[in-house]
């Protein structure tokens, strides 16, 4: 019995690290791009989380449909935060303000959402189907959200790679001066980037909707996620970070398994410490 309880642990850490390759993979773009790091992007999840439960709860329309409001939304928010700190762009401290910047609009939209729609725990049920493979049940509520996610971020790698905005915003990312005397607009590429970047926090806010509950503060917890993950996939590296998605959720799956659910968050601060440590080592080294 133990054997096919962690079987099924795994298949659903893999199912569940599809959704947080998605979570990631926004911030992982803007700061390849921007060089910036977005701290609210984790608050951005669970504000898609809260405008896919409310389109549900009001519409019936099912979050698996309604992830392009949310990114359609997330994204002119995006813009939004863009528009705040491209003023700073030519300080020498630009990364820092950035990061206080984005910190204190992820405050600001905390509180705005507690106040708005109070700090009462809420979540999207929906009645699908369990599929019974070899004696174990799995859910479709994580099937679905994997796929998704999946398919989303892999349309996404090969926009980037054949489309001619993302070949731009690839060379942005390499050199943001050389690109701009090949006659690519700089801004306009800072401008997408957040906007794409924040437009896939809130499609992964839609899909966690249907599995975990949605508070305020939940995005909080997807920020340090999303940082574990960026962190060890490598900064800017779009492969890395599917990778790495899928190597958190699995270690979370197996810490939670063996000690318990309590010691899950435990894998992802002992990952991040462990590749700090060792990078750190090796770039000294050098």
């Known amino acids: 019995m133990e054997t096919f309880d962690l079987i ?83 300080d020498r401290d630009f990364e820092l303000l950035s990061l206080v910047i984005t ?24 009645l699908l189907k369990s599929i019974d493979i070899f004696g174990m049940s799995l859910s479709t509520s994580r099937i679905i959200p994997f796929a998704i996610g999946l398919i989303i971020t892999i349309a996404l790698y ?35 980037s957040c906007g794409i970047g924040c437009g896939l926090a809130g499609v992964a806010g839609s899909l966690f909707c249907t599995i975990y509950a949605i508070y305020p503060e939940m995005g909080f917890s997807f920020t340090v996620l999303a940082f574990c993950i960026v962190v060890l996939g490598g900064l800017g590296s779009f492969r890395g970070t599917l990778i790495a998605s899928f190597i958190l959720a699995v270690s979370e799956g197996l810490t939670g398994f063996i000690f318990g659910r309590g010691w899950k968050p435990f894998a992802g601060y002992f990952i991040i410490i462990m590749v700090l440590l060792f990078r750190g080592r090796y770039l000294a080294a050098r």
Request: hydrophobic share 55%; aromatic share 20%.
């Open 8 to 90: 099924q642990v795994l298949l659903y850490s893999i199912f569940l690290g599809g959704i947080y390759a998605i979570t990631a993979i926004g911030l992982n773009l803007i700061f390849g791009v921007m060089k910036i790091v977005n701290f609210s992007h984790g608050v951005l999840v669970m504000l898609g989380a809260y405008f896919a439960f409310w389109i549900w709860k009001l519409y019936g329309i099912s979050p698996y449909i309604s992830i392009v409001f949310c990114f359609i939304i997330l994204m002119f928010l995006g813009f939004g935060i863009y528009g705040c700190i491209k003023k700073f762009e030519g």
């Open 103 to 126: 910190f204190g609009i992820s405050i600001f939209i905390v509180n705005l959402v507690r106040y708005i729609w109070t700090s009462r725990f809420r979540g999207v049920f929906l």
């Open 158 to 192: 090969f926009y980037m790679k054949k489309s001619f905005v993302g070949r731009a915003l690839r060379a942005v990312s390499q050199d943001a001066e050389a690109s701009q005397l090949m006659g690519i607009n700089k801004r306009n590429m800072y401008l997408i």
